[in-house]
């Protein structure tokens, strides 16, 4: 059917002027939402990260005149590899990951799988879990510290005394500082990792289990054959992100350090010190800005090959 000129007509200015608006309010998403978020991104996240990197090749200290900054080169990571305490910091850094993320990654697995296996209460299980997450570091870190790790009056001790073992000095003890943070680390954090494993566990389709239980398969075998291996990229997730997390580890050692009663963050005797908390104390203690710069550097390329890395080997280890 031949349509009227002036019909033709109307129907492609409709078609243009729909058009128009269409792109009227593209220019509009952009201007309000897109140009917004780039430049909060390019003050807050890019900008730091080149001050900080420029920072760390000169002498610069905090209210210090401009005109005194001097270019030193690569003079303050040279002193990173002679200091003592940074080479102490790094070790402590990669023990804290260490131990908090098997124990963190296993944990949430299994308490994941209970809550899933829970019914009508895994919303609530899944609330109580995530509690701690959305709770104050400063608050829940003073808790632990005074009221659980408390050498005298703790609630550990006193549980301890009851059943007869001996008592422990949690964060005033060297051997056993650091591991005491761990353990508040993975009570305060394992409620994220819970939730992104029950999110996991129910993507699989269940018809994968009603067929295994169909052939015979033990709970077990349903478990490394079925759950594990469809929670790869869950599980990938978890321990990239974890390991980024542990990494730059500063708030709960910072906090539970200090108000255990050592002298200085990190302590005692540097046994919890971590990149993290020795950046803060030459930055903002000691005023070294480009010293501490330079650490923010050099804890950033770490932190960026070793995910690489492990992105790269969790990835082809899964395939195989």
């Known amino acids: 059917m031949i349509q009227p000129p002036a019909q033709t007509a109307s129907l492609a200015s409709s078609k243009q002027s729909d058009s128009g608006s269409l792109r009227r309010n593209q220019r509009i ?18 900008l730091p990260i ?21 270019f030193i080169g690569l003079d303050n990571y040279n002193k990173l590899f002679a200091d003592p305490v940074f080479v102490a910091s ?3 850094t990669f023990k804290y990951a260490l131990m908090y993320m098997p124990l ?12 899933n296996a829970s019914g009508a209460l895994a919303g609530f299980f899944r609330t109580v879990y995530f509690l ?38 949690f964060l005033r003890s060297p051997d056993t500082a650091l591991f005491s943070v761990v353990i508040y680390s993975i009570w305060k954090n394992i409620g ?26 033990s ?15 869950t599980v990938v997730f978890i321990i990239i992100t974890g390991i980024i997390n542990s990494l730059q580890v500063f708030g709960p050692i910072y906090v539970m350090t200090v108000a255990s009663g050592a ?13 993290g908390v020795y950046q803060w104390q030459v930055a903002f203690n000691e005023l070294r800005l480009g010293y501490g710069s330079a650490m923010g550097v050099a804890l950033f390329v770490i932190v960026l090959v070793i995910t690489l890395l492990q992105s790269r080997f969790l990835r082809r280890r899964w395939e195989y």
């Open 50 to 70: 080149v001050i900080g990197f420029v920072g760390s090749l000169t002498n610069w200290r905090a209210f210090q005149d401009p005109a005194e900054r001097v």
């Open 104 to 115: 963190a990654v296993i944990l949430a697995l299994l308490l994941a799988l209970a809550i």
């Open 263 to 275: 002298d200085k963050p990190g302590g005692p005797l540097n046994s919890t010190i971590v990149v």
């Open 192 to 217: 994220y990792d819970v939730v992104i494993f029950m999110a996991g566990l129910s993507a699989i389709p269940t018809t994968f289990y009603e067929a295994a239980k169909v052939d015979g398969a």
């Open 132 to 169: 701690p997450v959305v709770t104050s570091v400063i608050a829940t870190a003073l808790i632990w510290s005074v009221g659980f790790y408390q050498p005298r009056y703790g609630l550990f001790n006193q549980i301890f005394a009851l059943v007869g073992l001996p008592q422990q000095s």
């Open 219 to 233: 709970r077990w075998r349903i478990f490394w054959r079925i759950t594990l291996p469809l929670l790869q990229p």
């Open 90 to 92: 790094v070790v402590n």
């Open 29 to 46: 998403f952009i201007l309000s939402v897109i140009v917004p978020m780039l430049v909060f991104f390019i003050v807050f996240y890019i």
